[in-house]
């Protein structure tokens, strides 16, 4: 039984930093597509950073520069590493993971099989 559990978020304000960290159980991180969504109130799931099986990442235009997906030491943990955010980065976060190496461009929420419960960044 696949788990994730994000923990990380809260609120900041406009040029701040968070570090969003997801914790699975039962899944290795290690050589699968894993990565962050985001959803805003009103809009749709959106994809905000990923990495394949090889390490290679993927970021939205909006938070290129800004944002950085890693692997923790241990293979069960994913960060999301959060500078100089905006108003507009506010939004409750998904990490989402696939048992597969490969990553959809663009990434497709239904690509991935695993899910966390979310947790909230409010940048004001």
């Known amino acids: 039984h696949v788990q994730l559990v994000e923990s990380g978020g809260g609120s900041v304000q406009a040029g701040g930093s968070l570090k969003l960290s997801c914790e699975a159980s039962?899944?290795?991180?290690?050589?699968?597509?894993v990565g962050w969504f985001r959803q805003a109130p009103g809009k749709e799931r959106e994809g905000v950073a990923f990495?394949?099986?090889?390490?290679?990442?993927f970021y939205a235009d909006s938070v290129k520069g800004r944002f950085t997906v890693s692997k923790g030491n241990a293979k069960n943990t994913l960060h999301l590493q959060m500078n100089s955010l905006k108003p507009e980065d506010t939004a409750m976060y998904y990490c989402?993971?696939?048992?597969?190496?490969?990553?959809?461009?663009?990434?497709?929420?239904?690509?991935?099989?695993?899910w966390g419960q979310g947790t909230q960044v409010t940048v004001s």
């Open positions: 989402a993971a696939d048992a597969r190496a490969w990553c959809p461009s663009p990434p497709k929420p239904a690509y991935f099989a695993y």
């Open positions: 039962g899944y290795n991180y290690d050589r699968n597509c």
């Open positions: 990495m394949d099986g090889d390490g290679v990442t």
